[in-house]
């Protein structure tokens, strides 16, 4: 049974920070591209950050670039998101995505929000 298990959101105040870690199970995690989606209320899910297969190769959304950085622990199967100087613009919730060469899954979420 495929699953990816977000954890690591809350509430924090502008200027924080938030690590979200995303556990796989159930596919060959090493494989997968891994991407990190955010979707606030009212508006369309954005592409916030992606790793490749080995971790050596990032991309990032330019409102993030600088402050959110996104790593991966193959032997742990797991991607984090290391999300420093918050801002309010940052709330929404966010999602872990795994894409192979075949297959595609999504985690449930896990809501940040930035307020204070």
């Known amino acids: 049974q495929v699953q990816l298990v977000e954890s690591g959101g809350g509430l924090v105040q502008p200027g924080g920070s938030l690590r979200l870690s995303c556990a796989a199970s159930?596919?060959?995690?090493?494989?997968?591209?891994m991407r990190w989606y955010r979707q606030a209320p009212g508006q369309e899910r954005e592409l916030v950050a992606g790793?490749?297969?080995?971790?050596?190769?990032?991309s990032y959304l330019g409102s993030v670039k600088g402050r959110f950085t996104i790593s991966r622990d193959n032997a742990k199967n797991t991607v984090y998101l290391q999300m420093n100087s918050l801002k309010p613009d940052d709330t929404a919730v966010y999602y872990c995505?795994?894409?192979?060469?075949?297959?595609?899954?999504w985690g449930q979420g896990t809501q940040v929000t930035v307020s204070s």
């Open positions: 995505h795994a894409r192979g060469d075949y297959s595609v899954y």
């Open positions: 159930g596919f060959t995690f090493s494989s997968y591209v």
């Open positions: 790793i490749a297969t080995a971790g050596g190769s990032t």
